[in-house]
């Protein structure tokens, strides 16, 4: 019988009148894996804050090991071995620092004498960083690294403390294949000796290859414990939405006339050259593992970069854009993923998130902005959406993820366009959330093109016409959206293939 590490015993939190927690009970125990799902608003966040130091209880108790744990800081957390991975990146590094300095952040701020010695520190940095296999050069700022580089940095940080009681939140959503096994592996490791581990996440392939038990929350309380192997996926599911989740059954309408052609488009060198061809009233979505090439085919589209050899067309003319700017004047928008790092504007409110790539539509004489306008848009789309929020004046922050997400995707549907680029909509929301954006997306696609990059196949699936597989920078694999071979899809995903025309 596992011993339990961590006991919860009726929790409570809130925020003037929202009660957030009501009443939580958890016991987390050593050497276990408790997956922790929930809608966003259920109170996952704000009992991770409470958990590693950021906020306090109103009330309940919490032991850590027998004894209480009242935590008054994230350093004090950390001390006594709660250490946490959140699901924002840039919560877990220090992007200005190198590599050494943010793996041995916590021994910097403490003053340790260890930290005065350089060749000491990076020697001590390439060693916690091999340890989750991260091979980077530990002198490079963390601001150059890719993403999946910054996420494994955050994570190798959290595995040096010997954790406790180790805290992942979606920790996979910017993870390849083989980054995910290794992080995998090492929570077996950590697992087997006797660490207690949340992981909080509503990803399938996760949930099937690490968890002992899954635990649901809904609005403040726990709504249901599944410990009985096979786990009940399902059940989990019903108890986090109070309701069954129906199947999406896709429905493809006629294809318009073709928005975006691309001929021979090369998007690296070596790389296959392939056709692809986008219509009206067509959702296509693209999968394909991490560094397959979805995010490198947004940024030629979007004029971020420019492709390696081919051309494309829009609306039948030449379309070759120098930058974002002119991409969006020709219609052409893309919401990036990851949106704390790329999206969302921390000090403005819900409605100047969602308004401000065409501020300029709002304003008035001598460049005053004319507010009323902005904020009908806002309430617009706050309805369409589903945001649920006191109102557009709403500080963006004080949102759930999944409705900070949805404010993402409304911003670039508030206005019409001719190509529509969503890379990642879904990244870090709940299962019904990914169902209220997928299906705005849908209903509002008549009159445009549409492109969706999705790392997970059931999310492809769930919102697209047409799926596209990428593998080495070029189209693995083109599919109706019926009756799907995903055996053949998955081998497309995981294998190199010639590119095609689709």
């Given at each position: 019988?596992?011993?339990?590490?961590?006991?919860?015993?009726?929790?409570?939190?809130?925020?003037?009148?929202?009660?957030?927690?009501?009443?939580?009970?958890?016991?987390?125990?050593?050497?276990?894996?408790?997956?922790?799902?929930?809608?966003?608003?259920?109170?996952?966040?704000?009992?991770?804050?409470?958990?590693?130091?950021?906020?306090?209880?109103?009330?309940?108790?919490?032991?850590?090991?027998?004894?209480?744990?009242?935590?008054?800081?994230?350093?004090?957390?950390?001390?006594?071995?709660?250490?946490?991975?959140?699901?924002?990146?840039?919560?877990?590094?220090?992007?200005?620092?190198?590599?050494?300095?943010?793996?041995?952040?916590?021994?910097?701020?403490?003053?340790?004498?260890?930290?005065?010695?350089?060749?000491?520190?990076?020697?001590?940095?390439?060693?916690?960083?091999?340890?989750?296999?991260?091979?980077?050069?530990?002198?490079?700022?963390?601001?150059?690294?890719?993403?999946?580089?910054?996420?494994?940095?955050?994570?190798?940080?959290?595995?040096?403390?010997?954790?406790?009681?180790?805290?992942?939140?979606?920790?996979?959503?910017?993870?390849?294949?083989?980054?995910?096994?290794?992080?995998?592996?090492?929570?077996?490791?950590?697992?087997?000796?006797?660490?207690?581990?949340?992981?909080?996440?509503?990803?399938?392939?996760?949930?099937?290859?690490?968890?002992?038990?899954?635990?649901?929350?809904?609005?403040?309380?726990?709504?249901?414990?599944?410990?009985?192997?096979?786990?009940?996926?399902?059940?989990?599911?019903?108890?986090?939405?109070?309701?069954?989740?129906?199947?999406?059954?896709?429905?493809?309408?006629?294809?318009?006339?073709?928005?975006?052609?691309?001929?021979?488009?090369?998007?690296?060198?070596?790389?296959?050259?392939?056709?692809?061809?986008?219509?009206?009233?067509?959702?296509?979505?693209?999968?394909?593992?991490?560094?397959?090439?979805?995010?490198?085919?947004?940024?030629?589209?979007?004029?971020?970069?420019?492709?390696?050899?081919?051309?494309?067309?829009?609306?039948?003319?030449?379309?070759?854009?120098?930058?974002?700017?002119?991409?969006?004047?020709?219609?052409?928008?893309?919401?990036?993923?990851?949106?704390?790092?790329?999206?969302?504007?921390?000090?403005?409110?819900?409605?100047?998130?969602?308004?401000?790539?065409?501020?300029?539509?709002?304003?008035?004489?001598?460049?005053?902005?004319?507010?009323?306008?902005?904020?009908?848009?806002?309430?617009?789309?706050?309805?369409?959406?589903?945001?649920?929020?006191?109102?557009?004046?709403?500080?963006?922050?004080?949102?759930?993820?999944?409705?900070?997400?949805?404010?993402?995707?409304?911003?670039?549907?508030?206005?019409?366009?001719?190509?529509?680029?969503?890379?990642?909509?879904?990244?870090?929301?709940?299962?019904?959330?990914?169902?209220?954006?997928?299906?705005?997306?849908?209903e509002s696609a008549a009159t445009r093109a549409t492109l969706v990059l999705c790392a997970e196949i059931d999310e492809a699936l769930e919102i697209a016409d047409r799926i596209l597989v990428m593998s080495e920078h070029s189209i693995a694999g083109a599919?109706?959206n019926q009756n799907i071979d995903l055996g053949l899809v998955m081998a497309q995903v995981t294998e190199s293939a010639a590119g095609h025309s689709a």
């Open positions: 019988m596992p011993q339990d590490a961590i006991v919860i015993a009726g929790l409570t939190k809130s925020f003037a009148r929202n009660n957030v927690l009501r009443g939580v009970d958890l016991t987390l125990s050593a050497g276990q894996v408790t997956v922790l799902m929930g809608a966003n608003g259920a109170g996952k966040s704000t009992l991770v804050k409470i958990l590693c130091g950021v906020q306090a209880a109103d009330s309940g108790t919490i032991t850590l090991d027998g004894r209480p744990f009242e935590p008054a800081s994230p350093a004090a957390a950390l001390r006594a071995g709660v250490v946490t991975v959140h699901q924002s990146i840039n919560d877990g590094v220090a992007p200005d620092l190198d590599v050494a300095s943010n793996l041995l952040l916590d021994e910097l701020a403490s003053g340790s004498s260890f930290v005065l010695n350089r060749r000491r520190m990076r020697a001590e940095a390439r060693r916690i960083a091999g340890a989750v296999g991260l091979d980077v050069d530990v002198t490079r700022p963390v601001s150059e690294l890719a993403l999946a580089d910054r996420q494994l940095v955050s994570i190798a940080r959290a595995m040096s403390h010997k954790p406790r009681l180790l805290i992942l939140d979606e920790p996979t959503s910017s993870l390849s294949a083989a980054e995910t096994e290794r992080l995998f592996a090492l929570i077996d490791r950590l697992r087997a000796e006797g660490v207690a581990i949340l992981y909080i996440s509503h990803r399938m392939s996760d949930i099937r290859r690490l968890a002992d038990r899954i635990v649901s929350m809904r609005d403040g309380l726990i709504s249901g414990r599944f410990e009985s192997q096979p786990l009940d996926y399902a059940g989990a599911v019903r108890a986090m939405l109070g309701h069954e989740i129906t199947e999406v059954d896709i429905d493809i309408p006629p294809a318009g006339r073709p928005v975006i052609e691309a001929r021979g488009l090369v998007l690296r060198a070596g790389a296959a050259p392939f056709d692809l061809t986008l219509h009206e009233n067509e959702v296509v979505a693209i999968t394909g593992l991490v560094g397959s090439g979805k995010s490198a085919l947004a940024e030629v589209l979007y004029g971020i970069t420019a492709p390696v050899a081919g051309e494309l067309r829009l609306d039948g003319a030449a379309y070759a854009p120098a930058s974002p700017g002119v991409a969006v004047r020709a219609g052409v928008f893309l919401s990036a993923k990851d949106r704390l790092l790329n999206s969302v504007v921390p000090d403005f409110d819900l409605t100047r998130n969602m308004t401000l790539p065409f501020l300029g539509r709002h304003a008035a004489l001598l460049g005053l902005m004319r507010r009323g306008s902005e904020r009908a848009v806002a309430s617009r789309m706050i309805a369409e959406m589903g945001v649920v929020c006191q109102g557009p004046k709403d500080g963006i922050l004080t949102l759930s993820g999944g409705n900070q997400q949805k404010v993402v995707v409304a911003r670039w549907l508030a206005e019409a366009s001719r190509l529509l680029i969503l890379d990642e909509p879904f990244q870090g929301v709940d299962i019904q959330a990914r169902r209220d954006i997928g299906k705005r997306i849908r599919h109706r």
